[in-house]
């Protein structure tokens, strides 16, 4: 098999899959007084620290949930909902996650006022964009890192110089898709979103670094865990081994990026030996992420062909995987309708290697001779 599907998820390190499985048998609650509740509780504050101490900020700034999407929704509903006093005023883009989408949908039914600010060719939302579009009743503003679609990278430090010229205006960066293969600027960040299983973790763990004097409305209720802001038992094997998650994927960080940028870098060589095939990330994107398209066959055909062949890739971001008809980020992207109906995103990591590269490349020159249409 061939897994060029990483940005959907990725195969657990095994270093944090033995971890995972010892703690799997450290069944106390981290809440409970008991001895067993207590040593659990000890990892669970140990991993936190370990955690902040790596990204260089508090360590009552890291708040653990249970995906991307909680840590989104938790960043953008929780933060609206807690500071409408400020303001009822945010910014984003026409092309972030379904989770992020999702939440802003919520807010305007509540009464907030949603800007949705477009991107351009290159994938991306600049800062001058933002700077137009705020205002002094601006509360948040809200902004994919790379686009899990086609890999556009927004400057989030260039965005947030603008964003912090207005003080009542916090900045939110939602990189689930960059942690671990490119540096973030957290110390420009507000509010940022990660998730373990995008960096070969455990699914289950992800975390929201937060400021420590920003408010944040609760979406769960029940209990004190979290900082009262998600009720319920902590999951604290997924959450132990989240430290061990994220040491590794920085450390191997550097490696990783010179790795896939070589695969990329040979994928993009050799798609010119295909009529009809066509780059659609911007080339200054991240190397993490391809989106590609062939104009002879559509997204579903050859993703079903590929896959019959034991190549795994995806046509849309997996949380908008059942959705019907054209890519609404390509499209938003200023791509023709064919390009948006006939591409598939390749996701590396790793793992993966040029033998790979070449028999995808090959495999697909079959299949298009086989059963693509003329052009």
Do not use: W
Not at 37 to 53: F, P, Q, V, Y
Not at 65 to 87: D, F, H, P
Not at 228 to 239: F, I, Q, S, Y
Not at 272 to 283: C, D
């Amino acid at each position: 098999m061939i897994y060029f599907d990483n940005a959907a998820t990725t195969p657990v390190h095994p270093e944090v899959a033995a971890l995972f499985v010892k703690l799997l048998q450290e069944y106390g609650n981290p809440d409970s007084l008991h001895a067993l509740g207590r040593k659990t509780s000890h990892l669970l504050d140990e991993s936190r620290l370990r955690i902040a101490n790596m990204l260089h900020v508090r360590k009552d700034e890291i708040i653990f949930t249970s995906c991307a999407s909680e840590s989104n929704s938790m960043a953008i509903v929780g933060y609206a909902l807690a500071n409408t006093k400020r303001g009822k005023r945010i910014i984003t883009s026409n092309a972030e996650h379904s989770s992020n989408q999702s939440a802003m949908k919520f807010l305007e039914q509540m009464g907030f006022e949603v800007i949705y600010l477009p991107i351009h060719e290159d994938g991306q939302i600049h800062a001058q964009d933002v700077a137009k579009a705020m205002t002094d009743d601006t509360i948040l503003v809200s902004l994919i890192h790379v686009s899990n679609e086609m890999g556009a990278i927004n400057d989030l430090s260039a965005i947030s110089d603008v964003v912090h010229q207005n003080p009542t205006c916090v900045f939110h960066g939602d990189c689930t898709q960059s942690f671990g293969k490119i540096d973030i600027p957290m110390d420009k960040l507000d509010m940022m979103t990660m998730s373990a299983h995008k960096i070969h973790g455990v699914k289950g763990s992800a975390l929201l670094y937060k400021k420590f004097n920003i408010e944040l409305q609760p979406l769960l209720f029940g209990g004190q865990q979290e900082q009262g802001l998600r009720g319920g038992t902590e999951n604290a094997p997924t959450h132990i081994a989240l430290a061990k998650t994220i040491r590794l994927a920085l450390q191997e960080q550097e490696a990783t990026q010179k790795k896939i940028k070589t695969i990329k870098d040979h994928l993009i060589t050799r798609l010119q030996e295909i009529e009809g095939a066509k780059v659609l990330s911007p080339k200054d994107g991240a190397d993490s992420i391809l989106c590609v398209c062939f104009d002879q066959m559509t997204s579903q055909v050859l993703q079903n062909a590929l896959d019959e062949r034991g190549i795994c890739v995806s046509a849309i971001s997996t949380c908008e995987s059942k959705h019907a008809g054209p890519n609404p980020v390509l499209i938003n992207m200023g791509c023709t309708q064919k390009e948006a109906t006939h591409n598939i995103r390749l996701s590396f990591s790793n793992q993966n290697t040029l033998k790979e590269a070449d028999q995808f490349i090959d495999t697909v020159k079959e299949i298009i001779a086989a059963y693509g249409l003329p052009l």
